[in-house]
């Protein structure tokens, strides 16, 4: 009789949660902040500072720092933390563990731009383009950390634009602070990569557990059933085929996008130009004046309903 041998079920992978990720389950609808436990080690600290998704057309863009006792340099040089994007996912949630494992010496924060954010700062009047969000959520990181009661002595940014200008920049708005700003911060500097991996792991997390605002109202049953838009993201970039065919795939051609899609990207914009339904917008108070001026003759024409209700027939009556 032949031995019938049972498969063993593999084990189910540990899912490590991310505790920069608020609300789990809910829709990100607006930027916040979030803070580790503060390092109670004797100062003065370095403090590293990079991003994750600058240029990705869905979702939010992850402003990191981490930061440390000077003294923890050498420690902290031991510690495995690189170019996030030189890692593979499981050794960047790994590290992010490692970076929350010493809170007497090791401190990291985010600052998450929700991706309505992001679009309403460059569509509106004055714009704010990407590069002054950035730099807004990075002086904001560095002013956190100070108020925390932090002695920071050396800061070291992954490059923005000019390297010089916006050192310059920094060195001003922070005096006594000694910055390095410089292309590949975070693979030249142990403390810019740990920022790195806090940043990528945060919007990685964000971006695999999306929750779609607009299905809000919804049942669970309803919700998966009923969702027009695919799984599928990809890494959210333009280029990356995924992405495209989500983008493609994912146009209402009357309500356009969900709010996970950054509307001040060219790609959108040409999406929504090309297969979205043209739509012409009328003030119902201009509408309302058009009808009167067309219908009034002589002296009641482009004469304001006031003065006609008063019945002002010249300045003189005044």
């Known amino acids: 009789m032949e031995k019938v041998v049972e498969e063993e079920t593999p084990e189910p992978e540990e899912i490590i949660p991310v505790p920069s990720i608020v609300n789990p389950g809910s829709p990100l609808l607006e930027s916040y902040t979030y803070h580790s436990p503060l390092p109670t080690a004797p100062g003065p600290y370095i403090l590293g500072v990079d991003e994750a998704g600058r240029g990705p057309v869905l979702g939010p863009m992850v402003y990191g720092v981490a930061y440390c006792p000077v003294a923890y340099k050498d420690d902290l040089n ?89 050192e310059a920049y920094l060195s001003k708005l922070f005096p006594g602070i000694d910055f390095t700003v410089t292309q590949k911060a975070d693979s030249k500097f142990k403390i810019v990569g740990a920022a790195s991996v806090a940043a990528k792991v945060t919007r990685d997390a964000w971006i695999e557990g999306w929750i779609f605002e607009e299905n809000n109202g919804f049942s669970d049953t309803e919700a998966k059933t009923g969702n027009c838009w695919g799984e599928e993201l990809g890494s959210g970039y333009p280029s990356d085929p995924k992405t495209k065919a989500w983008v493609k795939g994912s146009l209402d051609p009357t309500f356009g996008f969900p709010s996970l899609v950054r509307f001040s990207w060219t790609t959108i914009k040409v999406e929504l130009e090309k297969d979205g339904h043209p739509v012409e917008w009328i003030d119902e108070g201009q509408k309302g004046l058009i009808k009167a001026f067309a219908t009034e003759t002589g002296r009641d024409q482009r004469r304001c309903a006031v003065v006609k209700d008063l019945g002002i027939r010249s300045v003189g009556m005044l």
């Not at 790994?94 to 460059?122: E, F, H």
């Not at 704010?128 to 990075?138: D, E, K, V």
């Open 78 to 166: 031991q510690l495995g933390f690189a170019d996030s994007k030189t890692l593979t996912p499981e050794v960047r949630s790994s590290l992010l563990k490692t970076l929350s494992s010493d809170p007497d010496n090791l401190g990291w924060s985010v600052r998450v731009l929700c991706p309505q954010a992001i679009s309403a700062g460059m569509l509106r009047r004055p714009p704010m383009n990407l590069n002054q969000q950035s730099q807004a959520a990075t002086v904001h990181l560095i002013q956190e950390v100070l108020k925390s009661g932090i002695q920071l002595t050396e800061v070291y940014v992954d490059a923005l634009g000019n390297t010089t200008t916006y």
